[in-house]
């Protein structure tokens, strides 16, 4: 009789102290759901809606009737919130500039150090940062720069007339079959090469550009095998040792290595080259530093070999993948609304004609085209919730308290998606962008594809012109259509890995 009574008392305090345990909440925190040991509340997410991780917590919004929600991804708080104010607020704050730290952020070094410029934080962090930023300018990042503008217009050139006169060389017959390429694979090269020029000075011949569709191709395996907060991955690392496949880690790893190794193999070459009396490019320059540090035997050196990696990986990254993937969700778009096409169409050969490709300068000329561009950007959310940012303070947000190593999550689709902001946000419609004298009103256009604040994409000004001159100039020489007997593209099948994605799809660019 004893030791069942004593069963019992120990039953009722384990249930006691889990309720506790999936119950809790840091004082003040936001209404959210009820955690699990180990992986908190990331399971029911994982329930509600795998595919889009950024619906599962709209819905829970909806469920909690708050904009601000507070769960845990595995033992880690979690602010997300949906509020298009606070969203702005979560952006500008310097209490919220840090990042989180997860596995997928270290995972892209060999050591798992956490390097670059996107996931790291603190000194370290605005050092790497104005350094880069401040050198990469000289040679045309991040500001309207003619030269910069010549090269991205002789890549589209270049691209214009693979689409026109077909495939050449071994490495393009795989992405054109019959007068059709595959999206978005066949846009890799041209971004990619234009951004290469930035960064190594250098650019590769149409011959030699095998390797950057290769690149690009494990750039989208490693972004479709994350998710809105790292993958479960970043909530249980150690489960990549029991399920390599299952838990997505292949996938990460080997599309990681691809790119990973492919801008170690350029910066191995400039180190082998190096002459430091000649300066040929911010590749160079970073060396400078660190040879620089070397000699003066600096403790703790902010420059060194693996940063210099992934400072090129993190810029590197978004010019490969980022603009051809927004140009796969752009066409998707124009399958579904051919209207859109025909009217960007109407405005270029009324206002740039045949005769030459559009230029930057046409931009203001050409309100619809730059709208549309703009559309695309808040319609197809690239980066739905943002990278997580994290609390470096304790600190008051919309009236909740959010304690210091919080993930704080600015829900950017829900921005963009905000009724009150848009009307009617689930259309595409560039037209919202354009104020009643025909021209472009920069004070309609409230979305944030890039975010805000210090930690700002730092290629907005590279992928906004990049978009506009690859968007306009394909509107001018082409029509686009379907292989026969090919159905639209399923939308439901659209998705969002660390990035919003679609599948791979075909699409004939019929010469005007």
Request: charged content about 25%.
């Amino acid at each position: 009789m004893l030791s069942i009574i004593l069963f019992g008392l120990i039953l009722i305090i384990l249930i006691r102290e889990a309720y506790k345990f999936m119950y809790y909440r840091p004082p003040n925190f936001p209404p959210g759901p009820p955690r699990i040991p180990i992986f908190g509340s990331y399971l029911l997410m994982l329930l509600m809606n795998r595919k889009d991780l950024h619906f599962a917590a709209l819905t829970l919004s909806k469920w909690y009737k708050s904009k601000v929600i507070g769960l845990y991804l595995g033992g880690t708080p979690t602010v997300i919130c949906h509020d298009s104010e606070g969203v702005k607020e979560i952006l500008n704050r310097n209490e919220f500039d840090g990042r989180a730290d997860i596995y997928l952020a270290r995972m892209r070094d060999p050591n798992h150090n956490l390097r670059g410029i996107f996931f790291t934080e603190g000194p370290f962090w605005k050092n790497q940062r104005r350094f880069t930023l401040r050198h990469l300018r000289d040679y045309g990042f991040g500001r309207r720069f003619t030269e910069l503008e010549i090269e991205v217009r002789d890549e589209i050139c270049l691209f214009l007339d693979i689409l026109r006169n077909g495939p050449k060389y071994p490495h393009e017959h795989g992405m054109m079959k019959n007068g059709h390429v595959l999206i978005p694979d066949i846009f890799f090269a041209s971004s990619g090469n234009a951004f290469l020029k930035i960064m190594s000075g250098d650019k590769l011949p149409r011959e030699e550009q095998g390797i950057l569709f290769e690149t690009g191709r494990r750039g989208v395996q490693f972004q479709a095998a994350g998710d809105d907060y790292g993958k479960l991955l970043s909530v249980i690392p150690w489960i990549r040792h029991i399920f390599p496949d299952k838990s997505d880690y292949i996938n990460l790893r080997d599309g990681n290595g691809g790119i990973y190794d492919y801008i170690k193999s350029i910066i191995d070459r400039h180190i082998e080259t190096f002459d430091e009396t000649h300066d040929r490019n911010f590749i160079d320059l970073y060396i400078q530093q660190i040879k620089a540090q070397e000699k003066e035997g600096t403790e703790n050196p902010y420059f060194h070999y693996e940063q210099l990696i992934l400072i090129c990986v993190d810029f590197f990254f978004p010019a490969l993948t980022g603009v051809p993937v927004t140009l796969a969700l752009f066409f998707q778009r124009l399958l579904y609304q051919p209207e859109i096409l025909a009217k960007m169409q109407k405005e270029i050969d009324e206002v740039v004609g045949r005769g030459r490709l559009p230029s930057l300068d046409d931009r203001i000329n050409l309100p619809y085209v730059e709208a549309t561009v703009r559309e695309i950007m808040r319609f197809e959310t690239l980066v739905p919730s943002s990278i997580p940012h994290k609390a470096l303070v304790d600190t008051k947000f919309m009236g909740y308290d959010v304690p210091a190593g919080s993930f704080v999550v600015p829900g950017l689709y829900a921005l963009h998606n905000d009724p009150d902001v848009w009307g009617d946000p689930h259309v595409f419609r560039p037209e919202r962008l354009i104020g009643p004298d025909g021209k472009l009103s920069l004070k309609l256009d409230k979305s944030l594809p890039f975010g805000a604040g210090k930690r700002l994409c730092a290629g907005e000004t590279f992928a906004r012109n990049t978009l506009f001159l690859m968007i306009a100039a394909l509107a001018q020489n082409f029509n686009i259509r379907q292989a026969p007997g090919d159905k639209l593209p399923d939308l439901k099948k659209n998705y969002t890995g660390i990035i919003r994605m679609t599948p791979q799809y075909w699409l004939k660019f019929e010469w005007r």
